[in-house]
């Protein structure tokens, strides 16, 4: 009898030290959660990785999925509810910066469709265009129920913006063929 409660007190230990230590991931000094939640639903960590430029970390961010993929096209093309979450890690970091970045960016994956775009990627930067400090939390969810973008900032809603075809846009900018940063894109993808 004490063996057996032994070993059950010893599985016990081991099971709850594993769904801890799986809870979240430090990246380059950032904590990120393996599940974040939206509209009462889980959204769980499908990867993650950190964005540099000239030996300096600017931001780490982390694709949330219903359905894990390392599919890129699979997953731009999804309609299910799925998550970017961007933590600034660097003050070089700006809001004009950003915004300059996602015009390219919405250039590139965007394509001929840009102009139908032009509107609502406005609005995003107009989202994305208070200060920026170190620390501040982004998150881009994608809601199939209303076919929009949520976009918060440390937890308040700034707004939505609507669309299907936008949030294939957005989404590209990380996972198309064409990606801001390869590296990140296979990071992003848990490869």
């Known amino acids: 009898m ?81 998550a970017i979450r961007i933590e600034i890690t660097s003050s070089l970091v700006s809001a004009k910066k950003l915004t300059k970045s996602m015009d390219e960016n919405f250039q590139k994956t965007a394509g001929d469709n840009i102009g139908a775009l032009r509107t609502r990627i406005e609005e995003l930067k107009s989202y994305l265009s208070d200060e920026i400090t170190k620390d501040d939390v982004y998150k881009l969810i994608y809601s199939p129920i209303d076919s929009s973008v949520w976009v918060y900032k440390n937890e308040h809603l700034k707004g939505k913006i609507s669309g299907f075809d936008f949030k294939k846009a957005l989404f590209g900018i990380w996972l198309s063929e064409k990606p801001a940063d390869e590296k990140l894109k296979n990071q992003l993808l848990g490869k």
């Not at 950032?30 to 939206?38: L, Y």
Request: glycine fraction near 4%.
């Open 2 to 82: 004490k063996n057996f409660l032994l070993s059950l007190t010893v599985i016990l230990t081991l099971q709850f030290s594993t769904v801890t230590a799986q809870q979240s991931f430090d990246i380059e000094g950032v904590i990120v959660p393996r599940t974040i939640q939206f509209q009462n639903k889980p959204l769980s960590l499908n990867g993650a990785g950190a964005r540099s430029a000239m030996w300096s970390g600017l931001y780490v961010q982390a694709l949330y999925l219903s359905q894990l993929s390392q599919d890129p096209k699979f997953i731009i093309d999804s309609d299910t509810e799925m």
